[in-house]
């Protein structure tokens, strides 16, 4: 069937490799069913203006993943081994700590594909998030959550 759907043109639905198939317990199944933000024919409401920031704010580049991770921790209060709760606009509990820049073994990561520089910008979009997601608990799988809707922080103040 896949050879026949790379002949067509057409993308087989799903590709079964070993790494799906020991992934699959863990892979939700698509869901086409999540209702729209705004129905079909109603005006957008206008993007949120963009933030400007200051250049100088930029760490410079070729610090140790560390010190990235230092600046972000910083943003929040928090240092490495003081981590902090940090409650979003929905009142969810965010734990920040230097493992947001590690890797299961612990390796440093916070400089991945050349980001490091950036992660003082990152705080704001956590603190004051132009739009987030609503998780509900599912009525179909008791015990799941379900992204249901995605709304913009300025409904919410």
Do not use: H
């Amino acid at each position: 069937m896949r050879a026949a759907a790379r002949r067509s043109g057409r993308i087989a639905a799903e590709v079964t490799t070993p790494v799906r198939l020991g992934l699959k317990p863990f892979i939700p199944p698509p869901l086409s069913n999540l209702p729209r933000s705004f129905a079909p024919g109603v005006q957008l409401p206008d993007l949120p203006a963009s933030t400007r920031v200051p250049a100088s704010r930029l760490l410079p580049d070729g610090l140790p993943p560390e010190d990235y991770s230092r600046a972000f921790l910083a943003e929040f209060g928090a240092a490495p081994g003081k981590p902090v709760v940090f409650k979003d606009v929905k009142d969810g509990a965010l734990v920040i700590d230097e493992a947001l820049f590690q890797d299961g073994a612990g390796n440093w990561k916070a400089d991945q594909d050349g980001w490091g520089p950036y992660s003082v910008f990152w705080p704001s979009a956590i603190q004051n998030p132009d739009e987030i997601g609503c998780w509900e608990p599912s009525r179909v799988n008791p015990g799941t959550q379900l992204l249901k809707r995605r709304v913009t922080c300025g409904a919410l103040k």
